[in-house]
């Protein structure tokens, strides 16, 4: 698997093919040492890149191909056939972007026979570049000590907060009620989600893509249905040895949606940057990580661009992606940025995070593309995280967490949560949690903000918001982009002043008169009643992560 690596910039694959050409050019004696001493301890690492996960292609077409040219049919035809009888395949085409990136699926395929594929299409004069679909992982860290509230939401003495509570103030005019906030749809592309009191009334129907029933633990390939049914994994079970260690199940996309979009106001739990936005759950991630293929037919579902293979269209296509996982790529495949360039061009803001290697983003797909907002992470004091990438494509940062650095868990992030090891169980929160995954997660929820003020906002018009509403970041960071996020600061670029819509915290809208009566003051004292109760019930009910995640 791709994120498994000896240093930063040598992948294992790319290792790998370097020991292999070594030994092509070696005579009998030297190859027999190279064997004792090198082959024999990397055996492991070498078997990763046999991965039988992963049998399928991105087919990017020259220009001026049409998806109902004769080249294009013969091409389609002729390439099924010779790839059948050669390697003894089920191949088939699917189409993501018509007439210009076709997804090539090898049932049955000899994984060590990928190269021969690659080879064979190539020669192919229609076909303009081949990318193999590789294994994407989730952006988190592993966490230790764990205890503590959500200052990453809003905390005057931590820089590292977004400063959410006024920014309400500003996006949901009519409190945490029915707002123009509830329209706005957050995709969020990663393991599925798992029933919780804080996320249910906002969860739509989703959709999971793993094709794969090893992967996805289902028992069958894309269905609508996008619970997570666990990432657990044994020790050894995902090929290569890896991994070294057994691990539980993650929720990590439960995790991240209630970042983004938990309820407030209802008595139990945390709360989401936007609390009235739509969760879209979209399954790609299981045991073992995930398929670029997989991820890139999920985000393709959910901008509402039509998908061949007989995939429903989804209902009502979303307005923010965020993809928390990711994968060491040089660069970003072509097939795979023009069909990011399609996804935000139809309207879709595309959030990812920036990668958790303490490394230079440009070399992780997909914070190495065109088009998306790039998240790095921040401690709660503001300065950047210990394991966050940095670099020419980070565009913000945002609150990741650290809760290794003093041993304190209160340092990271509380979120919603499930009690199980391996298959669900019940509802929970902890806290603990850390990783540019969740500093994405951050940047989602204010950009649902921002949309759920003024929805015809294009998703270049998100980021530039983003971008130049942020606040200074502590200490030295080259490649941290404008700096950490600020929601308050963003919503109040929207607002109109004075008397326009969305009035609000710095709108210029001039010093209101307010008058005091004795309803309200009761009010006000049931209020505080509600939150002594719920902030009581909420240190007795949230747990603390006392595992690696």
């Known amino acids: 698997m791709l994120h498994y690596y000896f240093d930063r910039n040598f992948s294992f694959v790319s290792y790998c093919k370097y020991i292999h050409y070594m030994t092509q050019n070696l005579s009998p004696a030297k190859l027999l040492f190279a064997l004792l001493v090198v082959l024999v301890p990397v055996r492991v690492v070498c078997a990763v890149e046999n991965d039988p996960f992963l049998n399928r292609v991105f087919v990017q077409y020259h220009e001026g191909v049409s998806k109902n040219s004769r080249a294009f049919a013969d091409s389609q035809v002729g390439l099924r056939k010779a790839l059948d009888n050669e390697f003894g395949v089920v191949s088939r085409f699917r189409s993501i972007l018509p007439g210009k990136v076709e997804l090539l699926e090898l049932d049955g395929l000899e994984s060590s026979r990928m190269s021969s594929v690659l080879t064979m299409l190539k020669k192919d004069p229609s076909i303009k570049s081949v990318t193999p679909d590789f294994r994407m992982h989730l952006q988190r860290v592993p966490n230790d000590l764990n205890h503590g509230m959500q200052w990453h939401l809003n905390s005057a003495s931590d820089l590292g907060s977004i400063n959410v509570h006024a920014a309400w103030d500003v996006a949901l005019p009519n ?43 289902d028992g069958d390939g894309e269905d609508p249905d996008p619970t997570d049914e666990g ?119 595309i959030v990812t995070s920036s990668g958790n290697t303490n490394s230079d983003a440009i070399s992780f797909f997909p914070a190495n593309c065109d088009g998306v907002v790039v998240v790095g992470a921040v401690t709660r004091s503001g300065s950047k995280a210990f394991y966050s990438n940095t670099g020419k494509p980070v565009d913000v940062m945002g609150p990741g967490g650290d809760s290794r650095t003093l041993q304190r868990a209160e340092d990271g992030l509380l979120s919603t949560y499930n009690t199980g090891v391996q298959t669900a169980g019940f509802d929970d929160y902890v806290i603990g949690h850390m990783g540019t995954s969740f500093a994405a997660a951050h940047v989602s929820g204010i950009a649902a903000l921002l949309l759920g003020m003024d929805t015809s906002l294009t998703p270049v018009a998100v980021e530039n918001i983003i971008k130049t509403s942020t606040k200074s970041i502590a200490g030295a960071c080259s490649g941290c982009g404008s700096g950490i996020v600020d929601a308050t600061s963003a919503v109040n670029q929207l607002v109109v002043a004075p008397g326009g819509p969305n009035v609000g915290v710095g709108s210029g809208g001039g010093p209101e008169t307010t008058t005091v009566s004795a309803v309200d003051v009761w009010a006000l004292l049931v209020l505080l009643l509600i939150f002594v109760m719920t902030y009581t019930n909420s240190r007795k009910k949230h747990r603390t992560l006392l595992r690696f995640e």
């Not at 029915?178 to 959709?207: C, F, K, W």
């Not at 307005?319 to 040089?330: A, K, R, T």
């Open 175 to 217: 409190g945490f009620g029915a707002s123009t906030m509830a329209q706005v749809r957050v995709g969020v592309v990663d393991t599925g989600i798992v029933r919780h009191e804080d996320l249910n009334a906002n969860i739509l129907p989703g959709y999971d893509f793993i094709s794969n029933t090893a992967v996805s633990r």
């Open 231 to 349: 990432d657990w994994m044994a020790a050894g079970a995902c090929g290569g040895g890896q991994p070294l260690q057994a691990s539980p199940s993650t929720w990590h996309g439960t995790v991240v949606s209630g970042l983004i979009a938990a309820a407030v106001n209802n008595g139990r739990g945390v709360a989401g940057v936007a609390p009235n936005a739509k969760i879209v759950p979209i399954r790609v991630a299981g045991a073992c990580g995930a398929s670029s293929a997989d991820i890139i037919l999920g985000m393709s579902w959910a901008a509402g661009l039509p998908l061949s293979g007989g995939t429903p269209p989804i209902a009502q296509p979303v307005d923010v992606l965020n993809v928390s996982l990711g994968s060491v790529q040089p660069n970003c495949p072509q097939p795979l940025q023009d069909i990011l360039t399609n996804i935000q061009s139809a309207g879709v803001t």
